[in-house]
C-alpha cells in the first residue's frame, strides 16, 4: 500500500480480555516496528522485525505481550489479560533497512482498557 | 527505556516567529530523524540527517546533524498555525533502533 495501515484505530476492552492489533506495513519494507505512545508521552521501543524474524523484543513489557509477522509483510501485536496500565497508542512503522533508514509510522491504534 | 533529551518541552509563539528546538544525546547515532506529530495521528517524517555536520531544509524548515554526532537541531522559520502540533527527534543506533525523543510541543497564536 501506499503507507502504513494500522487496525483498529480505536479499539476499548474490558480488562483480561486480549486484544489483537494489526499493522499492514509499506509494501516492500523489510523492516516493520512497535512502539508505544502512553499519553503525552514519547515513543517506547517495543519489538523489530527484519522480514518474519524478531531479533529485537526487548521493548515487550512482559510474557502478556506477544508479536508475530508473516509473509514479511502484515504483523500482528498480541496483548492478553489486559491491564488498565497497557492503555496507550500503539504506532507501527516499517522501512527500507538499506538504504535511507526512513521509518514511516501508520497512524496508531489507541487501545482503552477498562 | 532509552530516551533522548529534547528542549523545551513545550512553547507558545506569535505566528511569524521562527522556532528553534534540539536534541541531545550521550549517545553517538548514525542517523537522526525529525518527525511531527498531530493529535489523533502517527508521527510524520520531516527530516533526515545522515552525516555529522549535515544541514538540510525541507521547505521551512532546517534541520542539523551535530558534529559530535550526539546532537541534532531544528529550525522552522515564519512560523503559521498548522505547524502547532508534537515534534520528535529520533536517533538511529545500530542498524535499526529508533531512539525517540520525549517531544517539543509546539503551539502557535495567531
Known amino acids: 500500500g501506499a503507507g502504513v495501515s494500522q487496525s483498529p484505530s480505536n479499539k476499548v476492552t474490558e480488562k483480561g480480555k486480549d486484544v489483537e492489533l494489526r499493522c499492514d506495513p509499506i509494501s516492500g519494507h523489510t523492516a516493520l516496528y512497535w512502539y508505544r505512545q502512553s499519553l503525552g508521552q514519547g515513543l517506547e521501543f517495543l519489538i523489530y522485525f527484519q522480514g518474519n524474524s524478531a531479533p529485537d523484543k526487548s521493548g515487550l513489557p512482559s510474557d502478556r505481550f506477544s508479536a508475530e509477522r508473516t509473509g514479511g509483510s502484515v504483523s500482528t501485536l498480541t496483548i492478553q489479560r489486559t491491564q488498565q496500565e497497557d492503555s496507550a497508542v500503539y504506532l507501527c512503522?516499517?522501512?527500507?533497512?538499506?538504504?535511507?533508514?526512513?521509518?514511516?509510522f501508520g497512524q496508531g491504534t489507541r487501545l482503552t482498557v477498562v | 527505556g532509552q530516551q533522548l533529551n529534547q528542549s523545551p518541552q513545550s512553547m507558545f509563539i506569535q505566528e511569524g516567529e521562527d522556532v528553534s528546538m534540539n536534541c541531545t544525546s550521550s549517545s553517538i547515532f548514525n542517523t537522526w530523524l525529525w518527525y511531527k506529530q498531530d493529535p489523533g495521528e502517527g508521527p510524520v517524517l520531516l527530516i533526515a540527517?545522515?552525516?555529522?555536520?549535515e544541514l538540510t531544509s525541507n521547505g521551512r524548515l532546517t534541520a542539523q546533524f551535530g558534529i559530535t554526532r550526539k546532537d541534532s537541531f531544528l529550525n522552522i522559520s515564519a512560523s503559521i498555525p498548522s505547524d502547532v502540533g508534537i515534534y520528535f527527534c529520533a536517533g538511529l543506533s545500530g542498524t535499526y533502533k529508533y531512539i525517540f525523543g520525549t517531544g517539543t510541543r509546539l503551539k502557535v497564536l495567531a
Open positions: 512503522a516499517s522501512s527500507d533497512v538499506w538504504p535511507g533508514n526512513e521509518a514511516f
Open positions: 540527517l545522515y552525516k555529522a555536520g
